[in-house]
């Protein structure tokens, strides 16, 4: 029947392929040349061993450095409530005063945090408190509640404008009595 097609070679393959399927060989690195860097100094073995490193042992800090660096962590974290304030201020305004899903939850959630940090105030700093510190860490736990106490009184501010504080006069109505007057003006027919 006829004369059949010729079948060409299959093309080859791309060069990203072939260069991924054989990576050329890496390059060895020359650090000899390279200087090593302030403050730190090794010596050099001969034959192609591995550095070693002759730096002098770092001493262990004392209970003082410790209790320093403690009382410097306590702070952070006393004062970390105070930051929030800036953000928890436009969240409360942006969400507006009506009474939605979204202003609730926000109000709820600025009297829950602060009240359950208040409550948890000693196991916050139990890991940062020691016999050195001690004294000072009244002052610090002592700054973490007024930060909460802040953060309260935003949720206080927001609820009073919301409406939700009886701050009004209207608001303690059934509570009023009557007015007794001392005068009576009566209409001449």
Known sequence: MGVGKQSSPPPPPPRWAVELNNPPPSRPKNTSNI???PGFSAQRAIGGKQKTSQLP???PPTQEETDILKLKKSWEIALAPGKQLPMQLIMSY?????LQIFSLMMVAMLFKGPLQAIAATNSTFTKLETEGNKGKMILVKATFVGMQFMLLALGVWKIGQ???LPTTQSDWVAFEG???CLEK???AT
């Open 178 to 180: 009557e007015r007794i």
């Open 94 to 98: 942006m969400s507006g005063n009506s």
């Open 162 to 164: 919301m409406g939700l």
């Open 185 to 187: 003006a009566y209409f």
């Open 35 to 37: 200087p090593d860097p």
């Open 57 to 59: 042992a770092r001493k």
